[in-house]
């Protein structure tokens, strides 16, 4: 049948909904099983950035604030300041890159507090500074160009800000020009700057060489970092300004001599806690210090491997007034090289656990706060190092606990069962995953649930012709790859992560629906899909993928069905086959892929497309148009190399008014459905009960065959999930959905 102008209209409209809904993803990594857990993990994993998260807060809504943006100081590399909102539970929610004034330089974001209209950025490292006011969703407000960037110094290292009780906005940073100098920059709501002070320390002989942190407790701000006495021994130090930039009190902490304070929390009961570490090695340490700055107590922690170098870079306290304090063991200190790790520590001070965060080689943990929930979250970017790519060098990430203190037990080249060829997505691709690697074996998985969440899994010894590990294969984690790991490709269907890109090509082979040119009564139907023609076939294919979109008022959608049957393509015994149907998206997914690693030849029938059409507008005086189109198709062959394959278009009308109507008199019902039970109940309307009942689940795959002797059937046998049930008279067949719950 010709398609007129005004089906063009309609499939363009439709494909770019289609496609719209395909293409849509974020780049977030969240835990989850039957519910979302609370821990979880972001990464920004885009080859073109090489960047690090370097500050953090939270709203008032749980959601994530991360900022970064190059790795490194941006004498490493050239970046724009970064900012990431995640939701709650670790879902992008939007991420931007801010634009630079041309006088400021090469800046990153270090620093971030949250108003009740939006998000303070604080930016610098090397350069002038600059503060940006964002509003709830990223776009920008005002930034304070006009007073930065005649700035005469630099700031060295990081810069940090917060806002105080009544508004006010503090930022501080070290003078680059005289670094025993810390500058601190008061500033109104507005951006406009209300006052600089430069602060040197008042303290007998001691310099102040490092400013690393800052806490705010309502009426002022705490600065930690490091200074030198008359010996050259570094010691932690802090300094508190009130709202006006003005010192209140300085103090120093002989009691850790060796050590400078990197990180700074202000504490329930009005003090603070500082993190504390030596830069060229040795064991770190915890400070507790009043609201005076008067030192209270403090313990010392031990690298995890003897050998490492432990940094604490930062500190929160929890909501049960215990600690979190952000450790990374390091092989030496000038690779910056080694593990992230959290400790837990008690009101005393005392280790009660220690927790590998599962970053692989991790480079850098830069911020750590405590959550709404009572858990913490932190950020920095880490290394991969068995990536084959080394643009994947530094990865930007944002990692967030339970309530209970977990963490995820993957961050990075973990399996997510049903992402067969991770990708980043579970679907069809998957099933042709799994065909070609059938029959291989490996290392099975310590954890082997198909729930989807990232699973830690050692490397197997062979891997896809894509360059993909066979542990990604390995869906259900047992060792063995075979028809059994498609359930986790049924259970996680649509689902994504990152890495998610959609592969689809198009050549001269089509797949088409041979749909009749005649009009369509109610009833059920199927037409044959053909794959090629005696011109134009596959002279060396093993799987194929494909969508089935459709649209029409008199179709029945949940009767859009594809039957397999054995042709040139293979036998069941050959094959993994899959189908499964969305009503809401209209679309139907079909995977097809042989498991024996040898390809086949030929063209013409795959399959059957099944669906019933219905009576569905009594006394209406015109035919309905019904439209079928092939989309999304990829076909590989045993080597996972892409074969073209155009999908195309199918178009038939159905017929006016019959006085029959089939959607009442004639579709069969199954009683419950979704049903609990051992059996469920077939309505058949008065017709006879049907020869032969066959139910497949989702992929295909036969479960039970039955002869019914009365219209119970027997789902005793059936684990819960989505079932096709088709049913067989002499000369008619009928196909309806079972969801066992």
């Known amino acids: 049948m010709i398609v007129n102008g005004e089906n063009q209209a309609f499939l363009l409209t439709l494909n770019g909904i289609i496609m719209k809904r395909l293409f849509t993803f974020c780049f977030l990594i969240v835990v989850a099983g039957a519910t979302t857990m609370a821990q979880w993990s972001y990464i920004q994993d885009d080859p073109a950035i090489q960047a690090q998260a370097n500050n953090m807060a939270e709203d008032a809504f749980g959601n994530i604030i991360a900022v970064g943006g190059a790795f490194g100081y941006p004498l490493l590399g050239d970046g724009p300041p970064r900012v990431t909102k995640l939701d709650a539970s670790g879902n992008l ?30 930016c610098g490292g090397f350069e002038k500074p600059l503060i940006y006011k964002l509003d709830p969703d990223g776009a920008e407000v005002w930034n304070t160009e006009l007073w930065c960037s005649p700035l005469a110094l630099g700031i060295a290292t990081d810069v940090r800000g917060c806002v105080l009780d009544d508004g006010t906005i503090a930022m501080f940073g070290l003078d680059s020009s005289v670094p025993t100098n810390i500058k601190i920059f008061i500033v109104n709501e507005d951006g406009e700057l209300i006052s600089e002070v430069t602060h040197s320390t008042t303290l007998d002989e001691v310099y102040i060489i490092s400013a690393w942190d800052l806490a705010s407790q309502g009426d002022g701000f705490v600065v930690t970092g490091g200074g030198l006495d008359a010996t050259s021994t570094w010691m932690p130090y802090a300094v508190k300004f009130d709202a006006a930039g003005e010192v209140v009190w300085e103090s120093l902490f002989p009691e850790y001599a060796g050590l400078e304070a990197y990180g700074v929390c202000a504490t329930s009961d009005g003090g603070y806690a500082l993190s504390a570490y030596n830069f060229f090695g040795g064991s770190t340490a915890m400070i507790k210090m009043d609201g005076d700055g008067n030192f209270e107590w403090g313990n010392t922690y031990a690298a995890t491997d003897p050998g490492f170098v432990a ?87 944002v990692q967030k606990s339970s309530a209970a203190g977990a963490l995820v037990d993957c961050v990075y080249n973990c399996v997510w069962p049903g992402d067969a060829n ?3 997505l579970a679907n069809t691709d998957d099933i042709l995953a799994i065909g070609v690697a059938a029959g291989s074996s490996g290392p099975e998985r310590d954890d082997m649930s198909i729930d989807w969440y990232p699973h830690a899994a050692l490397s197997w010894s062979d891997s896809l012709a894509a360059g993909d590990d066979l542990k990604y294969v390995d869906c259900n984690g047992n060792g063995t790859i075979n028809d059994d790991d498609t359930a986790a490709v049924a259970l996680n269907y649509s689902a994504e992560h990152p890495i998610y890109a959609l592969r689809t090509e198009a050549g001269e082979i089509e797949l088409a629906i041979d749909l009749p040119e005649t009009t369509l009564t109610p009833g059920y139907y199927t037409f044959p899909v053909l794959l090629g023609d005696a011109v134009n076939y596959p002279d060396a294919i093993y799987g194929i993928r494909f969508t089935v979109t459709y649209e029409g008022n008199d179709l029945d959608l949940s009767s859009v069905n594809f039957l397999f049957d054995d042709n040139w393509f293979g036998t069941a015994a050959d094959e993994i086959r899959f189908r499964r149907n969305d009503t809401d998206l209209q679309q139907l997914d079909v995977a097809l892929v042989r498991k024996d690693q040898n390809n086949t030849s030929g063209y013409g029938e795959i399959g059957e497309l099944g669906f019933v059409v219905i009576d569905n507008i009594a006394g209406r005086s015109r035919s309905e148009t019904i439209v079928f189109q092939i989309t999304d198709v990829r076909a590989i062959d045993v080597d996972m190399n892409e074969i073209n394959v155009n999908g195309s278009v199918a178009v038939v009308d159905s017929e006016g008014p019959t006085g029959i109507s089939l959607q009442e008199d004639v579709l069969v019902r199954l009683y419950p459905n979704p049903v609990k039970g051992s059996s469920v109940m077939l309505d058949l309307r ?39 049930i088709q049913l067989n008279w002499l000369n008619n067949t009928y196909m309806t959905n079972l969801v066992i719950e």
């Open 422 to 424: 991770n990708d980043g």
């Open 93 to 122: 929610i939007w991420e931007v890159e801010l634009s630079v004034p041309a006088g400021i330089g090469s800046i990153s974001a270090s620093g971030v507090s949250v108003v009740d209209d939006g998000y303070i950025i604080f």
């Open 686 to 724: 008065g017709l006879d009960l049907p020869e032969l009942v066959t139910i497949s689940d989702l992929t295909g795959r036969v479960v039970s065959v039955q002869q019914p002797d009365s219209p119970m059937l027997d789902i005793s046998m059936l684990l819960a999930g989505a079932y096709q």
């Open 311 to 397: 940094y604490a870079y930062d500190i929160a306290q929890l909501a049960d007034g215990s600690y979190a304090m952000l450790h990374v063991n390091l092989d030496t200190w000038y690779l910056f090289y080694g593990d992230i790790e959290v400790l837990l520590i008690d009101e005393t001070g005392t280790e009660t656990d220690r927790i590998t965060a599962a970053a692989g080689l991790s480079n850098r943990a830069n911020k750590m706060i405590a959550t709404a929930d009572g858990g913490y979250a932190f950020c920095g970017n880490f290394t991969i190092n068995d990536y084959l790519d080394p643009a994947y060098d530094q990865v930007y990430m």
